[in-house]
Structure formats: structure tokens, C-alpha cells
């Protein structure tokens, strides 16, 4: 009888240490989640500045704007937009961010563009960062806003 | 009693050589131009600035204006009037003389055989006329005289002045033991005082003891009598004796007698005290005068930087000084004597508050800190990194209606920039100069080299980096409907 009792602590205190070890090591695991990378919800297939966009395609494509123009856009493509999601356009002037605009996507293919208007004080070198929902950039756009 | 020690600790080390030193310049120009015309009328204009600063004192504005007037020429008129009585004292000095020497005309002119000469002379009723220089030259006063270089000797002073010598008219000029000149014409007194009886020989004697700092013996033929001139006074000497004391006296103190040494020595310890006091009390008057106050931007400097940061802000580029002394002091400053220093030592990368103390700050002697503004500094340090940058094209101007740029190319795309940390992390691009669009006038593919605009001039290109980009843009036509 004693031995079965003996044999019984042995076996309930391994398996407890068993169990605490191996909770040790889930939180340990928990604490640091490996650093996989996101994975995109779209391609981004075709970014452009333009004068405007119409019939949901870019015209006028250049890298200097006159600013009689009045209204420029940022035209982007995206394929295999894998589920409905965010992509966003930054707009910098110089180093300043001057706007930053969300744009939705449905799969599994989107043209979306983003304009501004021109004003006097907005002349200068610009660009445009587009960044997917997890604000990872894609592509960036430079172009220069002139007289 | 706290007072004066209280007095005493301010006083420098500098404070105590500066008052030893002009003291000491004080009575060295005693020294080499005491018993001079040019040194008493020194002392009159010095009395002449103390009746003007008494006058400022008490309030007599025309007086105090007349003599500032007058005491302002007294330099113009000392150096005009008295040139060459200064020129005649520094010419016959040797350098040692003037720094610490105690001028004593060498006394070589045998006293006794002249004045035994000239009282034979008299007695004979000899006319004579004997001139015994002193420090001037007598260059610009004596004319015509013969050169002669005799020994001096009773036989050769009666044969010049005998009756048939063809120089007897005129005045022997003794000089050491020599006749340096005979037969020299003096210049004639124009003093209206002098005794009827007395000749050409006593005014020629008369005119040049007034003009110059020499001695003349005179020997009247009629009366047998012995004259001196010296300065403006003329007297008559009746006995051998006491025209060799006058002469010892005129030539210096070698052969003076004891009592005339003992008070050279006391006229030589009162003028040292006199100069003691009164570089004191100009030193007061410099340091411890009336307050002026004076506000000056000073550059601020720093030191012991540590060598891998460099400065990316201050707060301020120069400090506001309130500073106050003497006005004499405070007027002399100059902008470089005084220095703001702040030490970087214990500093850090950001932002560092340095405080600007008394120790901090630089001052010319005499001049007292009131106040600092600001009176603390900020520094930004920042470590150098390198980053890569991408290059972003400025245009300017307008490109014509008719023509669209289509694309650019920039060659390198990216470039290598050295920079405090803080700066590069939050820089994302560098930027050309900016390229003219005006100038573009038809389609086609241009290429243009254009410099790189580095923004805040702290940043720096890496080594390997060109300050310059070239840019290949290329332009087309417009077209109607657009692309």
C-alpha cells in the first residue's frame, strides 16, 4: 500500500512540475509572439501623379504642377486585394505633412485616387506616400508644385 | 578697520605693479628732466590741470572750459617750446641713464684754475667773456665761433682774451677740460633792467644765461669786476673762492659738498613719494571713480566639447552685459577684452541649461559685472550619424502651357549625409537648388547638374558624397486630350 502511495507522490509531483514548466514556458512564448511580417492586403500595380482622373483613369501624368491648375491627384491601381480594406495617401510638402487620407479597396482589383487643391503657399517640392493599412509605404510619388 | 581690509583684499597683484611701475616712470622723468625750463612748466601745467578739475568741481563752467583749453595744448606747447631742451637731455643720456641711472655731469673742468684765471683777468682788467655750458646744446644760440679743442690753461685763457688777439671780443666756450670754441657770439639780452654800466659783453652774458641753461662768466673791462649770468639772474662775485663754489655748483654734484649731497638725497626720496602718491591717486581715480555703467553683446564661446557631439541649437548667440567702473576704465574697453566662456564638460546629448556666472565671463581689470542677460544659456548637442537620403528636384518658375513633363531622372537618386541624430531622424529627403522651368521652351530630354541644398547647414555631405546631383527630365508637347 505504502509503495502505491510512493509511487503515486512521484508520479503527481512530476507531472505537476510538468505542468509548471511547461506553463512557464507558454508564458514566456506568450510574452514574446514571434515578429512575423503582416502580409498585405493588396499589390499596389500602378501609382501616378496627374492633372486629373477621369473615366477612373490618370491624365495628364507629370512631375511638375502648375498651381493655375487648381486640383491635382494622386491616381493608384491595387490587385489581388485580397478582402475589403484601407490603403491611405500622405501628402507632404517638404517634410511637412499637410494631409493624410484614407481610401477603401474591395477585392480583387481597385483604382482609387486622392486630390488636392492648389493654393498660392502650397508651391514648392511635394510627395506622396501611399501606405497600406498597416502604414507600411509602398511607393512614394515626388513632384513639384510651381507658379 | 574691516573696512580698509576689507579694501585691502580687493587690491591685485596687477593693481600692485601697475602703481610700482608708472611711479617709477614718474620719477625716472623727474630724474633725467629736473632743473630743466621744460619740467618746471610741466609742474605749472600740472598745477594748471588740478585749478581745472577744481573748477569742473565747483561748477565754474567758463573757467574749467578756458583751462581744459589751455591744459589741452600743454603737451603741443611743452614738445614746441621746449624741444630743444629735450632733445639736448635725451641726446646726452645713454640708455641705462634714462632707466635707472642718476644723471651727474662729469666734472673734468679744472674749477679752481678758472675762477684763478678770471679773478687775474679782473684784476689785470682784462675783459672776458667765459661761458660754461650746462645741459643744452648752445648749437642754435652761438654763432660764429672758432673751433679751438686747447687744453684749459691759465696762459691760453689770458692769450685769447689779450687785448691784441683778434678773438678777444668774443666768448670762449669751455666744455670738460677743453676751449671748445673761441671768439662765439652771443645773443644780446633784451632786458630793459640791466644796469646802465653794463656792456655788450654783460648783455650778450645776460642773453644767453636767459635763453639757454648755461653759465657765463664776465669780466668788465672798465671796473675790473666779475659778473655771473645764469638763468635771469646776474650778480657780481668779489672773491675767487665763491665763484669756484657757483661753478662746482653749475657743473654737478661730483665735487658738491655734503650738505648739497645730503639734500640731493632728500629731493630725490620726496620726489620718488611724490610719484608714489600721485600714481596712487590717479589709480584711484581710474579704479575707484564714480560709477559708469555700459551694456555690451558679447559672443558667447564654448569649450570642452566633447568630441563626438556637436552644437545643433543655442538658445542665444550672444549675451547682454551690464557692466560698470571707472568712467576712464569703462570707456577704454574694447569689445574683445572680454569673453564669455561656457564649459561644455559635463554636457549631454539634448538639451543642456548652462548657467552664466561671474567665473564664466572675462573682464579687463576694474570693471565690475552688474549683470548678465539672459543668465542661462541652452545648449542642443547631438551625436553625428550618417544617413542615406533620397534627392528631391526643386523647380521653379512656370513650365509653358503648351509642354508637360513626363518623368525625371536623378542620378545618384540617394546620397550620404552626416548630421546630429536628432536633425536626421527627422529628415526624410534633401532638396536641390533650385532648377528654372522658364528656360524650357520646346519638347525633348534635357540634362542638368545641380547642387544640393543641405538644410540645416549643420549637416554635412559624407566623404564620397558630391555636393551635386545631375537630373535627366524629359518634356513632351501637350496634347489636347491628355494621356
Known amino acids: 500500500m505504502h509503495r502505491v502511495i510512493k509511487i503515486f507522490s512521484i508520479v503527481s509531483i512530476s507531472l505537476g512540475l510538468l505542468v509548471a514548466i511547461s506553463s512557464v514556458g507558454l508564458c514566456v512564448e506568450g510574452n514574446n509572439p514571434p515578429q512575423a511580417p503582416v502580409p498585405s492586403d493588396c499589390t499596389l500595380l500602378e501609382a501616378v501623379m496627374c492633372e486629373e482622373v477621369s473615366a477612373q483613369s490618370p491624365k495628364n501624368q507629370s512631375t511638375v504642377f502648375s498651381i493655375a491648375l487648381g486640383e491635382i491627384s494622386c491616381f493608384t491601381l491595387f490587385g489581388s486585394v485580397s478582402k475589403e480594406t484601407v490603403v491611405y495617401h500622405y501628402w507632404f510638402r517638404r517634410d511637412t505633412l499637410i494631409k493624410r487620407i484614407q481610401l477603401h479597396l474591395n477585392p480583387p482589383r481597385w ?8 493654393r498660392e503657399a502650397d508651391k ?5 506616400e501611399i501606405r497600406d493599412r498597416n502604414g507600411i509605404v509602398m511607393e512614394i510619388l515626388r513632384f513639384s508644385i510651381t507658379d | 578697520m574691516s573696512k580698509i581690509m576689507l579694501f585691502l583684499l580687493t587690491i591685485r597683484w596687477q593693481d600692485v605693479v601697475d602703481i610700482s611701475l608708472n611711479s617709477y616712470i614718474l ?6 628732466f629736473r632743473n630743466t625750463n621744460a619740467f618746471r612748466v610741466m609742474i605749472g601745467f600740472l598745477f ?3 585749478f581745472q578739475r577744481i573748477a569742473i568741481s565747483l561748477g565754474l563752467i567758463l573757467t574749467s572750459w578756458a583751462v581744459q583749453g589751455i591744459t589741452a595744448a600743454a603737451a603741443l606747447i611743452i614738445i614746441v617750446v621746449f624741444r630743444k631742451e629735450i632733445r639736448s637731455i635725451l641726446q646726452t643720456r645713454n640708455f641705462k641713464t634714462i632707466l635707472w641711472g642718476f644723471p651727474r655731469r662729469s666734472i673734468t673742468t679744472p674749477v679752481d684754475l678758472v675762477a684763478e684765471t678770471v679773478h687775474e683777468l679782473a684784476q689785470e682788467k682784462t675783459g672776458a667773456l667765459i661761458v660754461i655750458p650746462g645741459n643744452e646744446e648752445l648749437k642754435e644760440d652761438v654763432h660764429s665761433g672758432i673751433p679751438w679743442q686747447g687744453l684749459v690753461s691759465k696762459e691760453m685763457l689770458k692769450s685769447v682774451f689779450w687785448l691784441d688777439s683778434p678773438v678777444h671780443d668774443g666768448a670762449a666756450i669751455i666744455r670738460g677740460d677743453r676751449v671748445i670754441e673761441v671768439g662765439a657770439v652771443l645773443p644780446l639780452s633784451q632786458r630793459k633792467d640791466l644796469p646802465s654800466y653794463y656792456g655788450t659783453r654783460h648783455r650778450a652774458a645776460a642773453g644767453l644765461a636767459e635763453s639757454t641753461d648755461a653759465l657765463v662768466i664776465v669780466v668788465s673791462e672798465e671796473r675790473g669786476s666779475i659778473t655771473i649770468a645764469k638763468g635771469s639772474r646776474i650778480h657780481t662775485i668779489k672773491r675767487q673762492e665763491d665763484l669756484a663754489k657757483i661753478l662746482r655748483q653749475h657743473m654737478g654734484s661730483g665735487e658738491k659738498e655734503k650738505g648739497s649731497v645730503r639734500r640731493e638725497k ?12 600721485f600714481i596712487v591717486g590717479m589709480w584711484f581715480g581710474f579704479t575707484r571713480g564714480l560709477d559708469t555703467l555700459i551694456t555690451v553683446e558679447i559672443p558667447v564661446e564654448y569649450m570642452n566639447r566633447n568630441a563626438k557631439m556637436e552644437i545643433v541649437d543655442t538658445s542665444v548667440n550672444s549675451l547682454r552685459l551690464d557692466l560698470s567702473g571707472s568712467r576712464a576704465i569703462v570707456n577704454s574697453i574694447r569689445p574683445e577684452q572680454i569673453r564669455v566662456r561656457l564649459d561644455l564638460g559635463d554636457a549631454a546629448v539634448g538639451k543642456n541649461r548652462l548657467a552664466v556666472t561671474s567665473e564664466t565671463i572675462d573682464l579687463p581689470p576694474g570693471v ?13 548637442l547631438d551625436v553625428p550619424i550618417r544617413k542615406v537620403l533620397p534627392v528631391q528636384v526643386v523647380w521653379t ?4 502651357d503648351h509642354l508637360i513633363m513626363r518623368r525625371l531622372e536623378v542620378e545618384p537618386e540617394k546620397i550620404e549625409v552626416i548630421g546630429g541624430s536628432r536633425i536626421l531622424n527627422e529628415t526624410s529627403t534633401v532638396y536641390t537648388d533650385a532648377i528654372p522651368l522658364d528656360v524650357i521652351d520646346k519638347a525633348g530630354m534635357r540634362t542638368v547638374t545641380v547642387g544640393v541644398f543641405l538644410n540645416p547647414p549643420t549637416l554635412t555631405f559624407a566623404p564620397g558624397s558630391k555636393g551635386s546631383v545631375t537630373v535627366k527630365y524629359y518634356v513632351e508637347e501637350r496634347k489636347a486630350s491628355g494621356s
Open chain 1, 124 to 128: 514648392g517640392p511635394w510627395r506622396v
Open chain 2, 48 to 50: 594748471l590741470w588740478f
Open chain 2, 397 to 400: 518658375g512656370r513650365l509653358g
Open chain 2, 368 to 380: 565690475v559685472l552688474k549683470k548678465v542677460e539672459p543668465s542661462v544659456v541652452e545648449v542642443v
Open chain 1, 111 to 118: 483604382r482609387t485616387f486622392s486630390s488636392i487643391e492648389l
Open chain 2, 266 to 277: 632728500i629731493e630725490l626720496t620726496a620726489a620718488a613719494m611724490v610719484s608714489v602718491l
Open chain 2, 27 to 32: 620719477f625716472r622723468l623727474y630724474v633725467i
